[in-house]
């Protein structure tokens, strides 16, 4: 089947998968064992040198894929830019008011909590959060095609990723 294919294919054709956000992780998982079966630089031994560095070169590509594919916050961001709506996260940082006060609201409660129930409550927000983020992603992506509007909800929801972590650290920091 790899023969078929370039490097450069995208993620979706390299694993023989729908151009699409809803995956079935537990079909990821084996088609990506299998293409590794299929690459592994162990079988062109007997081919040389040059046969195990492609066969090598084929194993980093399909984990790359792999590993964007599996990430759903990875695999909405692939899908915007192969759809000409790249995330720009670092240069386009608009976002909806009532998503910025979300913001500031979570992060005065950050700086307010002061026991480990506190950021329980915190991390349960933002998981909630979170499944609403990505419904709507999946939504967007899936049934609309608005790549543009997709993206701007996968800048949230790098957002709210970046905040559940500081909360998780924070606990971390108060159960020690």
Same mark, same amino acid.
């Given at each position: 089947?790899?023969?078929?294919?370039?490097?450069?294919?995208?993620? %979706?054709?390299?694993?023989?998968?729908?151009?699409?956000? +809803?995956?079935?992780?537990?079909?990821?998982?084996?088609?990506?064992?299998?293409?590794?079966?299929?690459?592994?630089?162990?079988?062109?031994?007997?081919?040389?040198?040059?046969?195990?560095? /492609?066969?090598?070169?084929?194993?980093?590509?399909? !984990?790359?894929?792999?590993?964007?594919?599996?990430?759903?916050?990875?695999?909405? &961001?692939?899908? #915007?830019?192969? !759809?000409? &709506?790249? /995330?720009?996260?670092? !240069? !386009?940082?608009?976002?909806?008011? &009532?998503?910025?006060?979300?913001?500031?609201?979570?992060?005065?409660?950050?700086?307010? &909590?002061?026991?480990?129930?506190?950021?329980?409550?915190?991390?349960?927000? #933002?998981?909630?959060? +979170?499944?609403?983020?990505?419904?709507? /992603?999946?939504?967007?992506?899936?049934?609309? +095609?608005?790549?543009?509007?997709?993206?701007?909800?996968?800048?949230?929801?790098?957002?709210?990723?970046? %905040?559940?972590?500081?909360?998780?650290?924070?606990?971390?920091?108060?159960?020690?």
């Amino acid at each position: 089947m790899l023969e078929l294919l370039s490097l450069s294919a995208n993620d %979706f054709e390299l694993f023989g998968l729908e151009q699409r956000f +809803k995956q079935d992780r537990a079909e990821l998982d084996a088609r990506w064992k299998d293409l590794q079966r299929e690459v592994h630089p162990d079988k062109f031994s007997a081919q040389g040198a040059a046969a195990q560095r /492609i066969a090598m070169q084929w194993s980093v590509r399909i !984990n790359e894929g792999y590993q964007r594919l599996k990430d759903p916050l990875k695999r909405a &961001a692939y899908l #915007c830019e192969l !759809n000409g &709506a790249p /995330i720009n996260a670092e !240069n !386009n940082t608009a976002m909806p008011a &009532a998503f910025l006060m979300q913001q500031m609201q979570w992060r005065e409660d950050l700086d307010d &909590a002061v026991s480990s129930e506190d950021l329980e409550k915190l991390s349960l927000d #933002c998981s909630r959060f +979170k499944r609403e983020l990505l419904q709507t /992603i999946e939504h967007l992506l899936d049934d609309t +095609k608005d790549y543009s509007a997709a993206a701007a909800q996968v800048r949230a929801l790098m957002f709210v990723e970046r %905040f559940a972590s500081d909360v998780e650290h924070r606990l971390d920091q108060i159960e020690q």
